[in-house]
């Protein structure tokens, strides 16, 4: 498989899309767990319940994957069915994952993780009227905007002025 322009661009967004789950998890509930399970006074079902938030989020991470290879395979194609739900149900399942780990753990579920699904899932009917680079662009984006927002309300709980 030869090396192109469109190639490359699929491989740096999948690269950042990587990235931002990442960042996402390891800066999220993910990075309090721990401690959260040592101090709930339900540390069974906390226990208990956790390894399905994680499974979402492995789903949608493996999902999201096989989309992002499908796409660095060809970029400027149309994308079927199946690529449309591995890349937008992926980004779907790893935020569906990521706000029940967020209400397991902080107790909360964050808007901009119900935002950023519902944002996956209303572009499923524009999906086949774009280029394979361009739904993984913005399956791309959406986590993108999740994790602004996250950075936003993470300095502000912490004291810290917003980034510019």
């Given amino acids: 498989m030869p090396f192109n322009l469109g190639r490359l661009s699929a491989f740096a967004i999948a690269f950042v899309a990587a990235v931002l789950l990442w960042w996402s998890y390891a800066r999220g509930a993910g990075a309090r767990l721990r401690s959260a399970i040592e101090r709930s006074p339900h540390r069974y079902r906390l226990v208990q319940t956790n390894p399905y938030a994680h ?47 967020d209400h ?45 927002v996250e950075l936003v309300r993470r300095q502000r709980e912490a004291g810290l002025p917003a980034p510019p």
């Fill in 104 to 148: 397991e753990v902080l107790g909360r579920i964050p808007l901009s993780h119900a935002v950023g699904v519902l944002a996956a899932v209303a572009l499923v009917p524009t999906a086949p009227h774009l280029p394979n680079l361009v739904l993984s662009l913005v399956a791309t984006l959406v986590v993108l905007g999740v994790a602004a």
């Fill in 55 to 101: 499974w979402l989020m492995v789903v949608g991470v493996v999902g999201l994957a096989a989309g992002f290879e499908r796409i660095i395979k060809h970029p400027a194609e149309r994308p079927e069915a199946v690529l449309t739900a591995l890349t937008l149900g992926g980004v779907a399942l790893f935020l569906i994952g990521r706000a029940t780990l």
